[in-house]
């Protein structure tokens, strides 16, 4: 290949790496602001081998009328210190979407 389409690919994975980031820090501003708390199950938390340099990730579960979602987030080491023997944990999700949601910390403000 020559020097040009290695530019171009350059180019286009940093352009779709900003579309998520921008993706990413929106999610977070509409959960915090009108998402709903509640409490999740825990069902795992385990080191994700497959993910290099967050090798921490959850699996949580929790229930929205008839509905159960299962998600899953990558934590920090200081929230995996904290969750790695707990049973629960307090998330934050949409009322359009409960699919989307993530693990709030104690010290968050809550919408």
């Known amino acids: 290949m020559n020097n040009t389409i290695w530019?171009?690919?350059i180019i286009a994975s940093a352009f779709?790496?900003?579309i998520i980031q921008v993706r990413?820090?929106?999610l977070h501003q509409e959960l915090m602001q009108i998402g709903i708390q509640t409490e999740a199950r825990i069902e795992n938390v385990k080191i994700a081998w497959w993910i290099?340099?967050?090798p921490h990730f959850i699996i949580y579960?929790?229930?929205i009328g008839d509905t159960s979602y299962e998600?899953?987030?990558v934590l920090s080491?200081?929230?995996f210190q904290r969750l790695k023997n707990?049973?629960?944990v307090r998330i934050v999700y949409l009322t359009d979407d409960p699919y989307i949601s993530r693990v709030i910390e104690d010290k968050e403000p809550l919408p």
């Open 52 to 54: 290099r340099g967050l």
């Open 77 to 79: 080491e200081k929230q």
């Open 24 to 26: 990413r820090r929106r």
């Open 71 to 73: 998600r899953g987030q």
């Open 61 to 63: 579960q929790y229930q």
């Open 86 to 88: 707990a049973h629960t």
């Open 16 to 18: 779709v790496n900003f």
């Open 7 to 9: 530019i171009c690919l």
